[in-house]
């Protein structure tokens, strides 16, 4: 019977994992179920997010914000090597 949840375990090495559409293909995703703090820079003029410093502006202009985030599966998983090349 196919799962439609949308928390489950990786097929390959059993880790826990999260299955979420992509917001910008629409494919699932598979992501660790364990989230990462990791650093997002915020343009305290737009409010947008950027992984680097604006340009020209200073530096002045952004704020280092500490957010939970999820890591993509396949960066992580140590069967990885296996869904290589495998597509459907
Ligand atoms: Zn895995």
Known sequence: MEDTRMSGQCHSCGAPVLFVASAKSGRPMILDATPQKRIV????ETG???ATLPQPRPSSAVRAHVVDTLVDHHA???AAEQWKGRRR
Do not use: K
């Not at 820079?41 to 305290?44: H, N, R, S």
């Open 41 to 44: 820079l915020i343009d305290v």
């Open 76 to 78: 992580t998983c140590p």
């Open 48 to 50: 947008i997010p950027c």
